[in-house]
């Protein structure tokens, strides 16, 4: 997100209101919502996508959008038990169409984060650096693999978290 891009009402109310607490009322606030209140929204979420997502709700509850979020949820689990699998197996062909596969599903809800890592996977399982300029032997490539896959696995957990919690706060 540019710099002269502004979040969308709801993540800005969120922490405003998270962030504008007085310190002995932060200090009660649970372990989880502490770790809430210090995510990087703008590098978790692209916005403008998640925003073009809930202006195709119908109505308030943002029933149609959270059906997609959801319908994302499991489709990224079942990705990664798949990925797990051609990982085991060292299919990197497969570990390269997985994470492109994931790259997009996560580019259309907006999560920035999940796509930017599984962009690298898709590479990487071609046998090309990160960036998919340079070349790697298979070896390497299965390494990198097998550390990054953790941290796409920890940024869709920090993802769900926070749209979950979105949608809690958007339906009571």
């Known amino acids: 997100m540019s710099t002269n891009q502004v979040a969308p009402e709801f993540i800005k109310t969120d922490l405003k209101e998270k962030l504008e607490m007085p310190s002995d009322i932060t200090d009660q606030i649970d372990k989880n919502d502490k770790d809430k209140v210090s995510v990087n929204i703008e590098e978790l979420i ?32 079942e990705t990664f038990k798949d ?33 930017e890592t599984c962009e690298k996977i898709q590479n990487i399982g071609n046998c090309q650096d990160e960036i998919g300029l340079k070349g790697l032997d298979e070896t390497e490539a299965i ?14 957990s920090e993802a769900e978290e926070y749209l979950k919690s979105f949608y809690e706060q958007e339906t009571r």
């Open 143 to 156: 390494k990198k693999i097998t550390q990054i896959l953790p941290l796409v696995k920890a940024e869709y």
């Open 46 to 77: 692209d916005t403008n996508t998640f925003d073009q997502l809930l202006d195709m709700d119908d109505d308030e509850d943002h029933e149609f959008s959270y059906s997609l979020v959801v319908n994302y949820f499991d489709q990224a689990e």
């Open 83 to 115: 990925m797990d699998a051609a990982l085991d197996k060292k299919d990197l062909p497969e570990l390269s169409r997985l994470g492109h596969f994931l790259k997009g599903s996560s580019a259309a809800i907006g999560l920035k984060k999940v796509k």
